[in-house]
């Protein structure tokens, strides 16, 4: 069994009930364009602002090297997200709401949604035994998408 699949596999076990999956569709894509969003407003020297560099840009590099190591078609999924949560940012920016404070508040509320969803699951989150399940999450959100549309990852 390729690691992608068993990654996806263990996650899927605490991610059963339909209650949960609900509040995780919706909790884990969320989660990770606000953590994006986080990084992008973490101040930067003078030289990475000039060419408008940020840190969430620097560590979807090496994201983005890991997605695609599990899977190519995984890889060019996250690529999809991660440029959307670019472009959600970039929009906030144009509307003039304080990015950092979005997030963090849709930070909080989605992160108490997902504990919510794994109580109701009566199981823990797979991040407590292995910290990669944090990257995992968006990963089992595409596959739904995959499976739908037929697509092997």
Known sequence: ????????NHYGESHQDKTNVIIHAVAVPSIFF?????????????FMASMKITFAHILAIPTLY????LSGP?????????????????????????VWQFCLALFVVMWI????????????????EDLRYLLI?????WGHWFKKMDISY
């Open 113 to 128: 949604l997902q504990f919510v969803g794994h109580k109701v699951e009566g199981k823990k989150p797979s991040f407590f």
């Open 66 to 69: 890991y997605y695609f190591k």
């Open 1 to 8: 069994m390729r690691e992608i699949e068993r990654l996806m």
């Open 74 to 98: 995984m890889g060019a999924a996250m690529t999809l997200l991660i440029l959307t949560s670019f472009g959600l940012i970039k929009l906030l920016v144009i509307a003039g709401i304080s």
């Open 34 to 46: 606000v953590t994006i969003g986080l990084l992008w407003s973490i101040p930067v020297p003078m």
């Open 137 to 141: 999450g968006p990963c089992w959100w």
